[in-house]
């Protein structure tokens, strides 16, 4: 996909030969071994696997949360791994988004101040910040609800806040972990329809879930299994390995 | 799938032609079931046979049109209408659920079974590789429902179908994984018995 800006060419994620290892020596734990991936604007892709798998030290190492142990990962094209604290946390406010199965919304702030919050704590002035947000807010079907806070709002509404503040200004890269397991079989089609819709909108999202059925929004699904990519639906599978040799 | 009582319900609204209820029926259920015209004719021989519905030259009562621009002469421009033993048919057929153990046989639960206790076949491999292609399929399910309207609930509804029974099986895929992966045969290449990944099947139907 690519804009007038030109900066849709490159990935908006990237993760090259990702590895992190948790302890050293007997009792070392691989979560991630040697795992790439790219998700380009436009594009959303489910990340499954067992629990275990690796799938949430994925997310958190493509969000800045956690350090790989060998790789790269660069949002935008910018390389995460040689970033101050200062400049990574910046990053993260600007340009990647997160959605929790919990939504994460601030109890004390009402549905725009969440969203305008990433905005203001990054330096954009408060009037600009609430517009962007409430743009953001009826991006999600929810500009009504700007004023209310999030215990007066159902769950599917809560999360529908969440990928409005995910998304908010020019963060163009959504992270989502289990986005609609709190929610009911209905409600969280349509969290998902809207998150499909966010990424038709040139959007970069990586979803983490168990579900097969909310995988299947996604333009491809890739499988975790011991930290490592056992496959990936946009990919064309062979039959060679099927039998083993010596077979018969 | 029962084309007889899918015939009977359409025919339940309005008399029809044949070649208005194979557009009708392919309307209702999406492409999933696809029929040709030669089966639903042969359906609706054996449904006037049998006194569920009557076949009548004319027009059928809302129109249509389908009669007069097919090709087929003038058998088919016959309309067909439900009768009162079509009604205890269809009510019948309604009132009674479908039964798992007449469902065909699960070829994907077999072809496990017999990878099982084939000697050297990499099962987890033929799990891999069945797993994603049932999800390229509910990818396929999904954009099809994306695409669908709001007023299309019949064939959203199949389209549900389609796309729960697809996420069992991937979730049974997954289940066979887990088990696999605990699974330790004593030797390379022996037969495993079965037991461990076919205690979910369907009772096996007698042929």
């Known amino acids: 996909m690519t804009t007038a800006s030109g900066r849709d060419s490159q990935p908006v994620l990237q993760l090259r030969s990702l590895s992190r290892d948790h302890g050293t020596g007997a009792t070392a734990v691989h979560a991630l071994r040697g795992l790439s991936l790219s998700v380009d604007a436009g594009e959303l892709v489910a990340v499954m696997g067992p ?28 390389d995460l791994g040689g970033m101050s604290r200062r400049d990574l946390a910046r990053l993260r406010r600007r340009s990647v988004g997160y959605v929790f199965q919990d939504f994460n919304l601030l109890p004390a702030l009402t549905a725009i101040e969440n969203v305008s919050l990433p905005r203001e704590l990054d330096g954009t002035p408060a009037r600009t910040a609430r517009r962007e947000a409430l743009a953001a807010l009826t991006d999600v079907g929810v500009s009504e609800l700007a004023d209310r806070f999030p215990d007066a709002m159902s769950g599917g509404q809560q999360q529908r806040v969440a990928i409005a503040r995910a998304l908010v200004g020019p963060r163009r890269l959504l992270l989502a972990d289990e986005p609609t397991g709190a929610l009911d079989s209905e409600t969280g089609e349509s969290v998902l329809r809207l998150i499909r819709r966010r990424c038709d909108d040139g959007a970069a999202g990586l979803l983490v879930t168990h579900e097969a059925r909310h995988a299947a929004w996604a333009d491809r699904v890739v499988f975790l299994r011991d930290g490592t990519m056992i496959d990936d639906t946009g990919r064309v599978s062979t039959v060679d390995s099927l039998l083993a040799d010596g077979a018969g | 799938m029962s084309i007889r009582h899918g015939l009977l319900a359409l025919l339940h609204r309005q008399p029809m032609y044949g070649y208005q209820l194979r557009s009708e029926f392919e309307a209702t259920t999406g492409s999933t079931w696809p029929l040709n015209v030669g089966q639903v004719y042969t359906t609706l021989g054996r ?111 199949v389209l549900d179908s389609l796309i729960f029974a697809a996420e069992a099986e991937v979730r049974w895929l997954d289940h066979c994984e887990a088990r696999l992966a605990r699974h330790r045969p004593t030797r390379v290449g022996m037969v495993v018995p079965p037991v461990t990944t076919t205690q979910n099947l369907p009772k096996p139907v007698p042929s």
């Open chain 1, 51 to 78: 629990s275990g798998s690796g799938k949430s030290t994925l997310l958190a190492l493509a969000g800045g949360l956690d350090t790989a142990s060998s790789g790269q990962v660069l949002v935008e094209g910018a």
């Open chain 2, 47 to 157: 449904l006037e046979r049998d006194g569920c519905v009557s076949a009548n030259a004319g027009s059928p009562a809302h129109g249509g049109g389908g009669g007069s621009e097919d090709p087929q002469g003038e058998e088919l421009q016959k309309t067909y209408a439900i009768t009162d033993l079509g009604r205890t048919e269809l009510t019948l057929w309604f009132a009674t659920p479908v039964s798992r153990a007449r469902r065909p046989r699960d070829e994907l639960a077999i072809k496990l079974a017999m990878a099982l206790v084939a000697p050297a076949v990499d099962v987890a491999a033929v799990v891999q590789f069945q797993r994603t292609d049932t999800l390229r399929a509910l990818q396929d399910y999904t954009r099809l429902k994306t695409k669908a309207e709001d007023g299309e609930l019949s064939w959203l509804l």
